[in-house]
């Protein structure tokens, strides 16, 4: 396993255990970014129709994700290391 590899799923897994109550309360954009960086490093370029109108969070689910198109894995995979790392670094 690469070492960005590595970093990635451990930020991957400090995002997942952080408590919902804890002291970082990200905005919805940042949500939304890390969403898009996330699912690009992992799936690739946003591929399927984009949501309806009616569907206001998976639309803009679909487009947080549509603006890294073209972005590789591995550059999606460092950016999401580098936000999680600027943010814990805020809260040791």
Same mark, same amino acid.
Do not use: H, I, T, W
């Given at each position: 396993m690469s070492d960005l590899k590595?970093?990635?799923e451990a930020a991957v897994a400090k995002v997942q255990s952080a408590p919902a109550d804890g002291?970082? /309360?990200p905005?919805?954009?940042m949500k939304l970014?890390?969403?898009?960086?996330y699912n690009q490093a992992t799936k690739g370029d946003v591929s399927g129709?984009?949501?309806g109108m009616l569907d206001m969070v998976g639309r803009m689910k679909y487009d947080a994700w549509a603006?890294? /198109?073209g972005t590789s894995q591995d550059?999606?995979?460092q950016q999401y290391v580098n936000e999680i790392q600027a943010?814990?670094?805020q809260f040791e």
């Open positions: 590595a970093e990635f002291p970082f /309360k905005s919805n954009d970014k890390m969403y898009g960086l129709k984009r949501p603006k890294l /198109k550059d999606a995979m943010v814990a670094s």
